[in-house]
């Protein structure tokens, strides 16, 4: 972390789900880094070793299913039995299948569901009980995409998913203001997170995509760490039913090059400008 966004979390307690690879693993770091002790889970043991094999003082691994009600509640206990308490939860688990809207399959539709919206929910009540019982309120910070915000193709299932996340963060941050609980979402772009090397297909679209990105470049996991971070930090202690975006502008539009350049005359009563014409008139 840099000098300009240090963050304390001495004494707290994280769960961070899909903790294996990419994000989730960034964001285990930053926690520790910053103090506090985590539980890492993911489904992926092999990925979960090598994420929490720097950390073993301050991390407890647990490989489990958010999707399942006893894979989540096992997250939970976990952070409440090992460390005696839960301060934040963190719901990066996902997963991002894509296909052809008329090829999508059904039970493949159902399992990005499970993953996206069922284990997301199902983390957040379960860490908003032991929040509560706790006494001393907390932070749950769910993860959207992008993509939910514009069609794309092959995104059905994962988009949709992600939209419906957000408007669940919404809810539960209404529902869980009374105990002391910040519900917010975190909405990332293009994070260089893919796997190396890239396979050809996915590194020639990305080749196309990334300079029409208007930072022209994809983000880091760490830089979606530091946000997370911040949400998770009394500095964001007025911030719930939030979603932030982390993604260099790019829901916001395409790279710019060139100038700006108005011609249309409708309007040159508002800008004061003269046309040649108008100038032309008023000499002769």
């Not at 990419?22 to 910053?34: C, K, M, W």
């Not at 052809?100 to 009540?125: H, I, K, S």
């Not at 006494?135 to 939209?163: E, K, V």
């Not at 590194?203 to 979606?224: C, K, M, T």
Request: aromatic share 6%; glycine share 10%.
């Amino acid at each position: 972390m840099s000098g300009e966004a240090v963050f304390h979390f001495d004494g707290k307690v994280a769960v961070v789900t899909g903790a294996a690879r990419g994000v989730g693993r960034a964001l285990v770091a930053a926690f520790v880094e910053a103090g506090a002790r985590v539980v890492a889970a993911d489904r992926d043991s092999v990925g979960l070793a090598e994420t929490c094999a720097s950390h073993v003082e301050s991390v407890s691994s647990i490989v489990s299913d958010v999707s399942t009600p006893d894979g989540a509640q096992a997250i939970v206990e976990r952070a409440v039995k090992t460390f005696g308490r839960l301060d934040i939860c963190v719901n990066n688990a996902a997963v991002a299948p894509h296909a052809a809207l008329l090829d999508e399959r059904a039970d493949v539709w159902d399992r990005v569901y499970a993953v996206n919206c069922r284990g997301t929910f199902l983390m957040t009540q379960a860490a908003a009980r032991a929040m509560i019982a706790g006494g001393r309120g907390g932070r749950i910070i769910n993860f959207s995409s992008g993509a939910a915000q514009r069609g794309a193709a092959g995104g059905a299932a994962y988009a949709s998913s992600r939209a419906a996340t957000e408007t669940f963060s919404r809810v539960a941050a209404v529902e869980l203001a009374p105990h002391g609980i910040l519900v917010n979402a975190i909405s990332p772009g293009l994070i260089d997170t893919q796997p190396k090397p890239l396979p050809p297909g996915m590194a020639e679209r990305l080749a196309q995509r990334i300079p029409n990105l208007p930072l022209a470049r994809p983000g880091q996991p760490e830089e979606v760490a530091r946000v997370v971070l911040f949400l998770a930090s009394d500095a964001a202690s007025y911030i719930s039913g939030a979603v932030i975006s982390v993604d260099g502008a790019s829901s916001a539009g395409s790279r710019f090059s060139g100038v700006v350049v108005d011609d249309d005359i409708r309007y040159d009563w508002v800008t004061g400008r003269q046309t040649k014409s108008d100038a032309s008139a008023r000499e002769s």
